[in-house]
Nanobody, 128 residues
């Protein structure tokens, strides 16, 4: 079991930055690839960023490329999402997720169904 708790959301003006954090409990964190997803009202949940178990491989959704950076600290059981140049269309609930099926430490998936554990989400609101 992996329990995930997100923090760091809030209200920010367009062009600003936020850093989301995800704290993971349990001793299997280092064996999980991790991802950030988001869901805006009336829209499907979408992939934002992912990082492999080792941290070597990262992937980004089209909306995040060039503006967001995912990172992890396995010693602290933490995953982060640094979000810069925020836009009003980034407004959503952001979720942290864990995928423990990837035995290869350099693999990370963008597929939502492959993530086993989810946090409760943190709201990000970007005003124009």
């Amino acid at each position: 079991q992996v329990q995930l708790v997100e923090s760091g959301g809030g209200l920010v003006q367009a062009g600003g930055s936020l850093r989301l954090s995800c704290a993971a409990s349990g001793d299997t964190f280092s064996r999980c690839a991790m991802g950030w997803f988001r869901q805006a009202p009336g829209k499907e949940r979408e992939f934002v960023a992912g990082i492999s178990r080792s941290g070597i491989t990262t992937k980004y959704g089209n909306s995040a490329k060039g503006r967001f950076t995912i990172s992890r600290d396995n010693a602290k059981n933490m995953v982060y999402l640094q979000m810069d140049s925020l836009k009003p269309e980034d407004t959503a609930v952001y979720y942290c997720a864990a995928d423990r099926s990837k035995f290869n430490p350099i693999v990370v998936t963008t597929t939502i169904s492959e993530y086993d554990y989810w946090g409760q989400g943190t709201q990000v609101t970007v005003s124009s």
